[in-house]
């Protein structure tokens, strides 16, 4: 069965620190498609990524950036010279057939990011 | 432009009432979907459909009924509220599964 694991729950960093949240997952699917998602304290859910399992480069979107390893299946998301309004919930999800293409999300990692 | 509008916002419910969570969506998207969010569990899907009058279980759907009789609505149904039911819900919309979901701002739901 498809599976998200976001082992780390909660990360507190200082501002400017460049801070790693991992994400590993597991799908039987060759084609799926793997998302990063922010929810700030207002609760809202923001796209932030979307990769598809034949695109291995990495991306790199201002102080974001996102490495995709098939080999270990991880799409891992770096902040460099992180900020106070970094500071969020953030969640890996994967879209593959065997939940009927909807998204499996992991549990979260709660970015605190302190001045 | 108003994107994927969940209402109402709040709710308090007695256990075994019922009531219908709204979702609407005017992006003409196919896919629509049902979460409930939990502390320390991620989003989890409870229903989802890929057109009008198509839906089809997710993860956790027992507790719970929705129907597609449109493109723009997918209401959810709790036909006898539990507090296992306390929760934020989240509906979802978009062009299909390689594309980014758009959701709602939630639904915070209570149930005494």
């Known amino acids: 069965a498809q599976k998200v694991t976001q082992a780390q729950t909660e990360i507190s960093v200082v501002e400017k620190e460049d801070v790693t949240l991992d994400c590993v997952y597991e799908t039987r699917d060759t084609t799926y498609y793997l998302f990063w998602y922010k929810q700030p304290p207002s609760g809202e859910l923001v796209f932030l990524i979307r990769?598809?399992?034949?695109?291995?480069q990495n991306e790199i979107s201002g102080r974001y950036s996102w490495n995709f390893q098939k080999s270990t299946s991880s799409f891992n998301f770096t902040i460099t010279a992180s900020q106070v309004v970094d500071s969020a919930v953030y969640f890996c999800a994967l879209s593959d057939i065997n939940a009927g293409n909807m998204l499996t999300f992991g549990g979260g990692t709660r970015l605190m990011v302190k001045p | 432009n108003a994107g994927v509008t969940q209402t109402p916002k709040f709710q308090v419910l007695k256990t075994g009432q019922s009531m219908t969570l709204q979702c609407a969506q005017d992006?003409?998207?196919?896919?629509m979907s049902w979460y409930r969010q939990d502390p320390g569990m991620g989003l989890r899907l409870i229903h989802y459909s890929v057109g009008a009058g198509i839906t089809d279980q997710g993860e956790v759907p027992n507790g719970y009924n929705v129907s597609r009789s449109t493109t723009e609505d997918f209401p959810l149904r709790l036909l006898s509220a539990a507090p296992s039911q306390t929760s934020v819900y989240f509906c979802?919309?978009?062009?299909?599964?390689?594309?980014?979901?758009?959701f709602g701002d939630g639904t915070r739901l209570s149930i005494l």
């Open positions: 990769r598809n399992s034949f695109d291995e």
């Open positions: 979802a919309s978009g062009w299909d599964r390689a594309q980014p979901q758009h």
């Open positions: 992006m003409n998207h196919e896919y």
